[in-house]
């Protein structure tokens, strides 16, 4: 967790602070009697007087994320055409389109854009998931597309209102629906020449308040060389426009990461094809797109990059994903909005048990914000309390 996400639970955290304190002291005094044991490469514990067991903890937490499942929120931005649906079906191996439930959520925005999203219940061997992709059919369609990012700033603003509007109420529940939206895939026609001042706008713009994850849509119409010319210019244009797209190079979290997320942005953005058809090739069973020429395998990464695609969503960074939503992305606006909340509300000294001030591990210039504007000493009383 990035120090801000640190802060945001300690309040909520007193009551455990004791009992980490506990486990301090214990583990002083409960040292393995023989240190070595391990270090000899002894594997099984069966009549082993120094195992404790620690590492139970992660079947533990297996076992609980398998029962709890998880959630995706996974937003969807191109001009219409351009294989937004059909890429989230080959993701998910249609299982989108043929399992959708409880359209739960429509929001009509009149003029530019309508925003949908459908939640889907999946489920792979025995791991459960809620998927919901939000659609945005409308985006870029109109002659006029000036501020067209404008409605989707907002739905994405308004689902972390959502989630602040539960974590600041008493009743919390024991778990708050998280409907904040963790990564945006942003489809670029397959023109071959350059980014367009809409694609440039929108992604300046919303790189600031939730992951872009840019692919070329439609990659077969491209030839190989243009494919790589587009790609190389497309990240030469993200440079120069100050867009940070993910996995953002300042999140990395230590070297081998920082190894990992380079070959991806090395790469970034995917030339991906999509398909919800099955072929027989080779007597396997494929997605793909049947041409007069052959067939597309979607997931042959000869074929086209949807398999690093699919890999970088689902397979290898989907937590990574869904952590800096909530400890960056969230953080901020959370932390923006307790500011202007805050600013509006004037205190009492004689209300607030004094509390000398002190770092608390925050960024300078938002730590300083916040203690102007009274939320620091509030939150510090609070603890006091507790
Ligand atoms: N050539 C090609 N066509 C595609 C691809 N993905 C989707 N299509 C086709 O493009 C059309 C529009 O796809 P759709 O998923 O409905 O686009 P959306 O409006 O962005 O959701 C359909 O006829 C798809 O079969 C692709 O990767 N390559
Ligand atoms: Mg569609």
Same mark, same amino acid.
């Given at each position: 967790?990035?120090?801000?996400?640190?802060?945001?639970? @300690? /309040?909520?955290?007193?009551?455990? =602070?004791? #009992?980490?304190?506990?486990? &301090?002291?214990?583990?002083?005094?409960? %040292?393995?009697?023989?240190?070595?044991?391990?270090?000899?490469?002894? @594997? /099984?514990?069966?009549?082993?007087? =120094?195992? #404790?067991?620690?590492?139970? &903890?992660?079947?533990?937490?297996?076992? %609980?994320?398998?029962?709890?499942?998880?959630?995706?929120?996974?937003?969807?931005?191109?001009?219409?055409?351009?294989?937004?649906?059909?890429?989230?079906?080959?993701?998910?191996?249609?299982?989108?389109?043929?399992?959708?439930?409880?359209?739960?959520?429509?929001?009509?925005?009149?003029?530019?854009?309508?925003?949908?999203?459908?939640?889907?219940?999946?489920?792979?061997?025995?791991?459960?998931?809620?998927?919901?992709?939000?659609?945005?059919?409308?985006?870029?369609?109109?002659?006029?597309?000036?501020?067209?990012?404008?409605?989707?700033?907002?739905?994405?603003?308004?689902?972390?209102?959502?989630?602040?509007?539960?974590?600041?109420?008493?009743?919390?529940?024991?778990?708050?629906?998280?409907?904040?939206?963790?990564?945006?895939?942003?489809?670029?026609?397959?023109?071959?020449?350059?980014?367009?001042?809409?694609?440039?706008?929108?992604?300046?713009?919303?790189?600031?308040?939730?992951?872009?994850?840019?692919?070329?849509?439609?990659?077969?119409?491209?030839?190989?060389?243009?494919?790589?010319?587009?790609?190389?210019?497309?990240?030469?244009?993200?440079?120069?426009?100050?867009?940070?797209?993910?996995?953002?190079?300042?999140?990395?979290?230590?070297?081998?990461?920082?190894?990992?997320?380079?070959?991806?942005?090395?790469?970034?953005?995917?030339?991906?094809?999509?398909?919800?058809?099955?072929?027989?090739?080779?007597?396997?069973?494929?997605?793909?797109?049947?041409?007069?020429?052959?067939?597309?395998?979607?997931?042959?990464?000869?074929?086209?990059?949807?398999?690093?695609?699919?890999?970088?969503?689902?397979?290898?960074?989907?937590?990574?994903?869904?952590?800096?939503?909530?400890?960056?992305?969230?953080?901020?606006?959370?932390?923006?909005?307790?500011?202007?909340?805050?600013?509006?509300?004037?205190?009492?000294?004689?209300?607030?048990?004094?509390?000398?001030?002190?770092?608390?591990?925050?960024?300078?210039?938002?730590?300083?914000?916040?203690?102007?504007?009274?939320?620091?000493?509030?939150?510090?009383?609070?603890?006091?309390?507790?």
């Amino acid at each position: 967790m990035t120090k801000l996400g640190h802060l945001v639970n @300690k /309040s909520m955290d007193t009551l455990g =602070s004791e #009992v980490s304190l506990c486990h &301090i002291s214990m583990s002083e005094s409960t %040292k393995p009697l023989h240190p070595n044991s391990q270090a000899k490469g002894e @594997k /099984s514990h069966g009549g082993d007087f =120094s195992y #404790v067991g620690i590492d139970a &903890i992660l079947e533990q937490m297996r076992r %609980k994320a398998m029962k709890q499942g998880f959630e995706l929120n996974i937003m969807v931005v191109g001009q219409s055409g351009l294989g937004k649906s059909t890429l989230m079906n080959t993701l998910f191996k249609s299982k989108v389109s043929r399992k959708s439930v409880q359209p739960n959520l429509e929001e009509r925005i009149p003029k530019t854009i309508e925003i949908k999203s459908i939640s889907h219940d999946i489920e792979e061997k025995g791991v459960r998931m809620k998927l919901t992709v939000i659609d945005t059919p409308g985006f870029g369609d109109q002659i006029n597309n000036e501020n067209c990012w404008q409605p989707l700033m907002r739905f994405i603003n308004d689902q972390y209102e959502a989630y602040l509007q539960e974590e600041i109420n008493i009743n919390r529940k024991k778990r708050i629906p998280d409907s904040r939206v963790h990564c945006c895939i942003y489809f670029i026609p397959p023109t071959g020449h350059c980014l367009r001042p809409i694609d440039v706008e929108f992604m300046r713009r919303l790189s600031k308040v939730v992951n872009i994850v840019p692919v070329i849509a439609k990659a077969d119409t491209l030839t190989l060389e243009e494919r790589d010319y587009f790609k190389q210019t497309i990240r030469e244009e993200l440079r120069a426009n100050g867009i940070d797209v993910y996995p953002q190079k300042e999140f990395d979290d230590d070297a081998e990461d920082r190894l990992i997320n380079d070959k991806i942005r090395e790469m970034i953005p995917f030339a991906v094809v999509g398909s919800d058809q099955e072929y027989q090739v080779n007597g396997k069973r494929i997605l793909g797109r049947k041409t007069k020429w052959g067939t597309i395998e979607v997931e042959n990464s000869t074929h086209c990059e949807f398999a690093h695609l699919r890999d970088l969503l689902i397979r290898t960074h989907m937590q990574n994903i869904k952590d800096i939503t909530g400890s960056i992305h969230y953080e901020m606006y959370r932390v923006r909005r307790l500011n202007e909340s805050n600013a509006n509300i004037s205190f009492e000294p004689s209300d607030l048990p004094t509390v000398e001030p002190k770092t608390n591990g925050l960024p300078e210039e938002l730590s300083s914000s916040l203690q102007t504007n009274g939320v620091t000493s509030q939150h510090k009383a609070l603890t006091h309390e507790m």
